[in-house]
């Protein structure tokens, strides 16, 4: 079955960077489109970025266009978000997903000094 595991959150400082990733499994990864999608406290989950299954083309939500990449390394499975110029609003526990559904356990980015 489709398995995703998300790794590499942590406590970052405003302004600081961070890449996580998302090792993927049970599927043709290499024929899917990806996202990430995020969840504050409190809040619903909100779109990221997304990626089409070669690589080729990329989208940012308003937020975050500028300051994250994504990317992907499909001979290795793995889905990457590099975040650069950390805010405290980035705050939530970040998934990778099928646009289709289908999400893994999420890792926890926290922004605060």
């Known amino acids: 079955q489709v398995q995703l595991v998300e790794s590499g959150g942590g406590l970052v400082q405003p302004g600081g960077s961070l890449r996580i990733s998302c090792v993927a499994s049970?599927?043709?990864?290499?024929?899917?489109?990806m996202i990430w999608v995020r969840q504050a406290p409190g809040k619903g989950v909100e779109l990221v970025a997304g990626?089409?299954?070669?690589?080729?083309?990329?989208t940012y939500v308003d937020p975050v266009k500028g300051r994250f990449t994504i990317t992907r390394d499909n001979a290795k499975s793995t889905l990457y978000l590099q975040m650069d110029n950390l805010k405290p609003e980035d705050t939530a526990v970040y998934y990778c997903?099928?646009?289709?559904?289908?999400r893994g356990r999420g890792t926890q980015v926290t922004v605060s000094s």
């Open positions: 990626i089409t299954s070669g690589g080729e083309r990329t």
């Open positions: 997903a099928l646009p289709s559904g289908g």
């Open positions: 049970g599927f043709s990864f290499s024929d899917a489109h």
